[in-house]
């Protein structure tokens, strides 16, 4: 079985959970990995940092689908939610594929764990959501239209770090 969350990080670099749609998993993947070095954060990615990675290995080789319902729900959601708990706050990033999972974990960070929520809503027409747009404001957190802007915003925001 495949370790459910990793140890904490050294309190030099923040970490924030990445929540988004499991069907821009691949995508999303390449740009963590640069963005994790430009702005000196650590991402944890439920589908490649916990225990859903045998089930992605399951959905990449075709064996399952993205929604298989044979999928341990308890794991993967208990998994998700340890993970968000163990993290300094959030990026969460909306895509044109509608995430129910990437909805809950917005609420759950920033409503319930009072944490730092910033929401990538590549959407425009999303992105003035009422929902969304109190979910990222409640706990220093914003709203940007794009990862580009992310980018380049969020440099200093609310992790305390100095950048070179």
Same mark, same amino acid.
């Given at each position: ?45 439920? #589908? ?6 045998? %089930? ?14 044979? #999928? ?24 044109? %594929? ?9 609420? #759950? ?56």
């Amino acid at each position: 079985m495949v370790e459910k969350t990793k140890q904490k990080s050294p309190r030099n670099k923040k970490r924030y959970y990445l929540a988004h749609p499991i069907k821009d998993r691949l995508e999303i993947r390449a740009w963590e990995k640069e963005i994790e070095k430009q702005l000196g954060i650590e991402l944890v990615n439920p #589908f490649y940092d916990a225990a859903e990675i045998g %089930n992605i290995k399951q959905v990449d080789s075709g064996e399952k689908g993205v929604y298989d319902s044979s #999928f341990d729900s308890s794991e993967i959601v208990e998994g998700d939610l340890e993970l968000i708990r163990n993290a300094d706050g959030m990026v969460a990033i909306i895509t044109k %594929n509608i995430s129910v999972g990437t909805n809950m974990e917005i609420f #759950f960070n920033s409503y319930v764990l009072k944490r730092p929520t910033h929401i990538i809503v590549e959407s425009e027409e999303l992105r003035g959501h009422s929902w969304l747009r109190y979910m990222s404001v409640r706990f220093a957190g914003k709203i940007y239209k794009n990862r580009k802007e992310f980018a380049e915003k969020f440099l200093g925001k609310d992790d305390g770090q100095k950048r070179v």
